[in-house]
């Protein structure tokens, strides 16, 4: 593997420009058109099978080794989020309202990165290695779905991905058997009362004021309902009722997201909130519309090859420390893949140390320490060649 390593070394700089690039030029889910060509023409410099508009936007491209083997996929997605950066670094986004701000600009510059490494190794390589660039992680259905139904893991036998994460210490793996990531969906909520003149309020069936008492009923339902032992989360991230200062609100509008590990759960839930809607709205005279739409399934990484890549990351140089990590309620549509073949998803920590203020993922002022790139590449790297090696 030190020939891996070296290698990635001497590129990290080029790795960094690539990220830097599609920082600077970043696209919204399913309008991925100048980044899903980038990458495109990158694997097709090397001289790579290249296959593009999978399911969408999303991009193939084939490493076959000089050596009989089996077929491992490694994933990076590389959509961005609807978001005005705030950085202050040189290579901001130039489009408006539009921000890499989770990260797949550096998984994009790692895989790609890491492909031209493993593809001066080609020799060495004992099967197939798939770079799987997917496009629109961020906004459901999300393009895994669709480059499945596409043909992406065809012929795969085993499946890698990695996220980069800001909040995690640079040189710090994290791992998980089992669930990882929750299954993200999201509620909408629509009240009709009665407005009315706000002198006058006992006229009026005030879709503000019931939507405040949803709200509040709402929450009884992870603290009342729900197992403590079972992870649950029920968000209303936006309340809308506009109208002039005088004037009580006729219809107001609930969001929000539901977060599970488990499908009872999600059903539960999903009928509950219904539950609660049809109440509350009863008891004030007003009626109700609720829609409930699923997300992404939850992650769940398999136990074989989640410890395999573990074992692998601790003798990985720039590596300090691998461990167990607790599952988080964020979504990640890597979970289809997981559904179809065996594999794992890990995260990469990507926090650098002198920084006083580390800024969460989807916040206008997130960035990442890049020296976490060549990590990153470098474990995906030696669990592809290990795995082929032992397969």
């Not at 991009?59 to 609807?82: I, N």
């Not at 290579?91 to 921000?99: E, L, Q």
């Not at 509040?216 to 936006?238: E, G, Y």
């Amino acid at each position: 593997m030190e020939q891996l390593y070296s290698r990635l070394e001497t590129l990290q700089d080029e790795i960094v420009e690539i990220r830097r690039y599609l920082h600077q030029h970043p696209e919204l889910s399913f309008e991925e058109v100048k980044t899903a060509a980038y990458i495109a023409e990158y694997h097709a410099n090397l001289d790579h099978e290249v296959r593009t508009n999978v399911g969408g936007h999303g991009v193939l491209a084939y490493l076959r080794g000089d050596q009989p083997g089996p077929t491992v996929a490694l994933r990076a997605d590389f959509d961005a989020l609807p978001i005005q950066e705030q950085t202050e670094v040189s290579f901001k986004s130039v489009n408006d309202g539009v921000m890499h701000a989770c990260g797949h600009d550096g998984h994009t510059a790692t895989l790609l990165g890491l492909a031209k490494v493993l593809n001066s190794m080609k020799s060495e390589i004992k099967g197939t290695i798939v770079f799987l660039h997917q496009h629109a992680e961020e906004l459901p259905p999300g393009g895994a779905i669709s480059m499945i139904k596409d043909g992406c893991l065809d012929g795969v036998d085993v499946i890698f991905g990695t996220h980069l994460q800001a909040q995690m210490p640079l040189g710090e793996i994290g791992y998980r058997t089992g669930a990882l990531q929750a299954a993200p969906d999201r509620f909408d909520i629509t009240i009709q009362g009665e407005g009315g003149h706000g002198a006058a309020p006992h006229q009026t069936k005030d879709s503000i004021v019931i939507g405040g008492l949803l709200i509040n009923n709402l929450q009884q339902i992870v603290s009342r309902k729900i197992d403590p032992l079972d992870s649950v989360v029920v968000s209303v991230c936006n309340f809308e009722a506009k109208n002039p200062y005088n004037v009580i609100a006729d219809t107001a509008q609930l969001t929000g997201t539901v977060r599970t590990f488990k499908e009872e759960s999600r059903d539960f839930v999903e009928k509950e909130i219904e539950r609660v809607v049809s109440g509350t709205c009863q008891v004030s005279g007003a009626s109700y519309e609720y829609t409930y739409t699923r997300g992404y399934p939850t992650l769940v990484n398999h136990k074989e090859e989640t410890e395999f890549v573990a074992e692998v990351a601790k003798v990985v140089p720039g590596v300090e420390a691998v461990s167990e990590v607790p599952p988080i309620m964020g979504g990640e549509d890597f979970s289809y893949y997981l559904q179809h073949v065996k594999g794992t998803f890990f995260f990469t920590g990507a926090r650098n140390p002198e920084w006083d203020k580390v800024y969460p993922h989807h916040h206008p002022k997130f960035d990442i320490d890049e020296r976490a790139l060549v990590i990153a590449a470098k474990v995906l790297g030696t669990a592809a060649l290990q795995y082929m090696n032992e397969g």
